[in-house]
């Protein structure tokens, strides 16, 4: 009896064919899986979130509270917040259709493909898109025309940079307060004195008062521009 995997083999070396052993398919899918998630995160609100929120606790002081795993569970609640009219969307026009033996799987992939799309270009700036549009060497009619393959890396890059604009307006108070407090024990002579001792708390104390934690993630939430 031959082995399903040397007989393929074979074929390969006779014909010139692309086929691969089942192992090697295992291994490619595998592979393709452990890559998948992050993916999936980098086409979502996960990115500017996660970043936003990784500034403000170093604003605050603090190295690891709260940890990362809250972090990324927080980021990843206001995450499905933010995505729940995509979700919809996509669960109403993919999904359902599928399950029910309507469409097929490719056809499902092509149905859930727009609200994603408009999800992203909603958010993605003109500079990034119009960069990786210039790279990758193409012309399209209107920005719905554009790939996937060119939308992310511009979608990405643009999250990237509306982070870096929250995080520095979040940055900028926790700053003056480090350098007020650092300023007045100067003035009183106390120079042993860290000014860490002395701005943490003081810190923490302002960000509770004024209700830090509903203005941040309010303000991250509302930084969303609906898609349409």
Do not use: C
Not at 77 to 99: I, W
Not at 200 to 227: D, Y
């Amino acid at each position: 009896m031959t082995d399903p995997t040397l007989t393929l083999v074979k074929t390969l070396a006779s014909n010139g064919g692309a086929n691969y052993s089942v192992d090697v398919q295992s291994l490619l899918v595998v592979t393709a899986l452990a890559f998948l998630p992050g993916l999936l995160l980098l086409m979502t609100s996960f990115t500017r979130i996660i970043i936003v929120l990784s500034v403000l606790r170093q604003a605050l002081g603090l190295q690891t509270t709260p940890p990362n795993m809250v972090l990324a569970a927080l980021a990843l609640a206001l995450t499905m917040f933010v995505m729940r009219d995509v979700v919809n969307q996509e669960q109403d026009k993919a999904l359902n259709p599928y399950l029910a033996g309507q469409i097929n799987f490719s056809q499902a992939i092509t149905a859930a493909v727009p609200p994603e799309q408009n999800f992203m270009l909603a958010q993605t700036r003109k500079a990034p898109l119009h960069l990786f549009v210039d790279l990758s060497g193409g012309h399209y009619a209107t920005p719905k025309d554009v790939p996937l393959t060119v939308l992310v890396p511009a979608f990405a890059t643009s999250e990237l940079e509306t982070a870096f604009q929250i995080s520095f307006l979040i940055y900028i108070p926790f700053v003056l307060i480090d350098l007020a407090v650092a300023s007045i024990l100067m003035s009183l002579g106390m120079i042993m004195v860290s000014p860490t001792l002395i701005s943490l708390p003081l810190k923490l104390l302002v960000f509770v008062s004024i209700h830090g934690w509903v203005l941040v993630l309010g303000t991250l939430a509302n930084s969303f521009v609906a898609s349409s």
